[in-house]
Nanobody
Framework: QVQLVESGGDSVQAGGSLRLTCTAS????????MGWFRQAPGKEREVVGV?????RPTYAVKGRFTISNDNAKNILYLQMNNLTPEDSAMYYC???????????????????WGQGTQVTVSS
């Protein structure tokens, strides 16, 4: 098990930026993947993006969000720019390991979930 702790959620105005941080209990290893999900009230959980140990991200939210990892610090980042009210949600850090872990994470099949951090964007 890997413990994941998110931080950085806040209330911002539309057009603003936030950087979310996920601190893991250990750094990413070969065949590990991590990512971000979000869930707004009354809506289904949705993937934001995932990244593998080689630092290759795949995004569902394209153009405004960037996922990166600092393995030396056991941290995964989600940089969010030009935020809109539709981005308001609880954001969760996730991880998985093994064969096809990016595809599994994309489907929500994560081994580890953080507790979430709230992002609220006002118009």
């Amino acid at each position: 098990q890997v413990q994941l702790v998110e931080s950085g959620g806040d209330s911002v105005q539309a057009g603003g930026s936030l950087r979310l941080t996920c601190t893991a209990s250990r750094g990413m290893r070969e065949r590990d993947c991590m990512g971000w999900f979000r869930q707004a009230p009354g809506k289904e959980r949705e993937v934001v993006g995932v990244i593998d140990n080689d630092g290759r991200p795949t995004y569902a939210v394209k153009g405004r969000f960037t996922i990166s990892n600092d393995n030396a610090k056991n941290i995964l980042y989600l940089q969010m720019n030009n935020l809109t009210p539709e981005d308001s949600a609880m954001y969760y850090c996730v991880s998985a390991s093994g064969l096809a872990c990016k595809a599994r994470l994309w489907r929500g099949d994560a081994t580890n979930w953080g507790q979430g951090t709230q992002v609220t964007v006002s118009s």
